[in-house]
């Protein structure tokens, strides 16, 4: 079992350029999340997905889209980056949604120039 | 005031010293309490959880949730150079449709 894989590991990007972040689970997991990571901000929730079909905001997802693609996959898409988009960012999944145990990625490093 | 507040350190400790990490929390509804750790370059792995007041224990690691301070401690007995990491608290309401809260996280040093 892999776990929580995400694509690419790294990346640089110029302001005004777009990509999508790409997360896989195979733990049949229910609930999918996208996190960002600051240094001195911990981590933040930007959306997720509490089951295949549904997705919702959480609390900074301005900037960000999601799609579900289907139960393995939950991907993140910025649509014209900017230098505030600088993060980490992992994938997480769990069974369900009101799961204390959340399985992490190994994270995107980001950089928008 | 957030919802969950926890001193970033860092924390520097010999090994062998007993290590006390601590968050504190606003709202009583609160019932789950997680520490994930999070070594660096990695995502964070949860260590343990409790479900409302008490204390777990697992190995050298001990969590302990007092509800009336709204106060939440990791402690780590007999600590390791291995458990040089940051380690994060996280909340959780016993609700359908809600999703972790984090804190900061805590870096702590532990020094052979």
């Known amino acids: ?113 | 005031q957030k919802e969950v507040e926890q001193d970033p350190g860092p924390l520097s400790v010999p090994e062998g010293a007993i290590v006390s990490l601590n968050c504190t929390y606003s709202n009583s509804a609160f019932q789950y309490f997680m520490w994930y750790r999070q070594y660096s370059r990695k995502g964070p792995e949860l260590l343990m959880y409790t479900y409302s007041s008490g204390n777990k224990e697992d190995g050298r690691f001990t969590a302990q949730v007092d509800k009336s301070s709204k106060y939440i401690s990791l402690f780590i007995r007999d600590s390791q150079p291995s458990d040089s990491a940051t380690y994060l608290c996280a909340i959780m309401r016993n609700q359908a449709g809600t999703a972790l809260i984090f804190g900061k996280g805590t870096t702590l040093s532990v020094s052979s």
């Open chain 1, 1 to 113: 079992n892999a776990g929580v894989t995400q694509t690419p590991k790294f990346q640089v990007l110029k302001t005004g350029q777009s990509m999508t972040l790409q997360c896989a689970q195979d733990m049949n997991h229910n609930s999918m999340y996208w996190y960002r990571q600051d240094p001195g901000m911990g981590l933040r929730l930007i959306y997720y997905s509490a089951s295949e079909g549904t997705t919702d905001k959480g609390e900074v997802p301005n900037g960000y889209n999601v799609s579900r693609l289907n139960k393995r996959e939950f991907s993140l898409r910025l649509e014209s980056a900017a230098p505030s988009q600088t993060s980490v960012y992992f994938c997480a999944s769990s069974v369900r949604l009101a799961s204390p145990e959340q399985f992490f990625g190994p994270g995107t490093r980001l950089t928008v120039l």
